[in-house]
């Protein structure tokens, strides 16, 4: 019998294709929360095997890449960026090939490939991973990187999101302490356009800080604080009538070349007459209660400003797989009936037994079931927002206080970065994690 047989080697297929567990993913997120950053970052490499498919290592290198950048580990977590961002390049040219095992089997059969935003985020905690050792030629490649990146999105996609105005103002004040002014102004133009565009969806507005008239005598320390726990991917499981089924795969265009004719067929013809259980990703918000953080200086508070919502990014960038993620699982649903059809059709066909027909089709059926898996995967290390703060300080050596707001102003923790040094006509950049 050739259905199950078939099937049967689908199952197998999709016994390597894993995603990290919701589990897992809180076990990490509870050591971040108690700012163990060290402690997390082992536990995802402890678990790169268990939990990630060899095929996304790239993602176990994100996860614990951003984690190892939160303890200050930079030169680790950028040979880890690294190995991340070249995995994607040569991701880039195969993908269509896993089109039809993803419409076959389920979405983990595809390697993992980052999210636009997860991709221009690689530039930045690369980039900031040099500048916290003062690297400036490595932050500055970086940025070079990051724009190239952002300009050929802009070109590629038309709609959603197709360019980062936080990841843009940041290359453009790396392209100024460069001395390169033409790119930090087209990179400060971008990044202006696209917090007109994106600011009021993600609730974020284009950085406004005060510049002294005297600052070129002054030494500048930028500030970043990383806040709060992304939004988790989970299995959400729904059932769908044929009439909502018809209906998400006549309007989505989506490449149906994988499929046989007859299940072509059965999509044209209505084959399923009863309802089906489909898997799907949906985000599940995680709780923090520090809302807000201030930079402390001689008793006087510079609050800082949100500049990214990347809650909202994950948000968005799944709300627009969505349609393409229910094409492929309403399509694989009506495939796995097919086989189940043609299975019990060939066993009752060659036994002359019904029962033995229904074992078949049943047997079909359950492997059918079992290789139905939403993809959870994400960078799931990367925090909710980010927050910024530019000051303009005296030559000098300064410890500085940050302090961490929950929502009604009051202070909830605080952070000193010890032994600080300003340099006039330099510029510093510091930052600290919290998900509280």
Known sequence: MKAPVYWLGLVLCCSAC?????????????????????????????????????????????????????????????????????????LYTKRVGAE???????????????????????????????????????????????????????????????????????????FEAIHQPDDARISRTNALNAYAKWGSDWKISAPVFSIPE??????????????????????????????????????????????????????????MGNSITVAYPVLEKQSYYITS?????????????????????????LDEKMPGILFRVVARGVAKQVAAAQARQLATGSSKDDTMGDVAGWFVQVLGAATERADT?????????????????PPSVQNIKMLFKDGNGNIVGEHIFENVTIERGKRVFLHYRTAR
């Open 293 to 317: 953080s201030a930079i402390e200086i001689n008793g006087e508070q510079y609050p800082l400003q949100k500049v990214t919502n990347l809650a909202a990014l994950s948000k968005q960038d």
């Open 377 to 393: 995967r994400q960078w799931f290390t990367l925090p909710a927002e980010i927050h910024m703060q530019r000051l303009f300080l």
């Open 18 to 90: 894993t995603a990290p567990s919701l589990r897992y993913k809180n076990e990490v997120n509870k050591l971040v929360v108690a700012e163990q950053f060290t402690q997390a970052a082992q536990q995802v490499e402890k678990h790169r095997r268990k939990s990630y498919a060899k095929k996304d290592f790239a993602l176990a290198y994100l996860d614990e890449a951003a984690l190892l950048h939160d303890a200050g580990q930079t030169t680790q977590s950028d040979a880890l960026l690294a190995l991340a961002q070249a995995r994607t390049e040569e």
């Open 214 to 271: 005297n600052a070129n005598e002054l030494g500048e320390v930028i500030i970043f604080h990383y806040n709060g726990l992304l939004p988790l991917k989970k299995t959400q499981t729904m059932q769908l009538a044929w009439s909502r089924m018809h209906g998400i795969l006549a309007t989505y265009n989506e490449d149906r070349s994988a499929l046989t004719p007859q299940v072509q067929n059965a999509l044209n013809a209505g084959f």
């Open 100 to 174: 039809t095992a993803r419409l076959l089997v389920n979405d983990l059969t595809a390697a993992y490939y980052p999210a636009p935003y997860e991709q221009a985020l690689t530039y930045f905690y690369r980039a900031m991973n040099f500048l916290e050792r003062q690297d400036w030629a490595g932050a500055a490649v970086e940025a070079r990187r990051a724009a190239f990146y952002l300009d050929h999105l802009r070109g590629e996609k038309q709609h959603g999101y197709n360019d980062d105005p936080f990841v843009q103002y940041f290359t453009a004040l790396i």
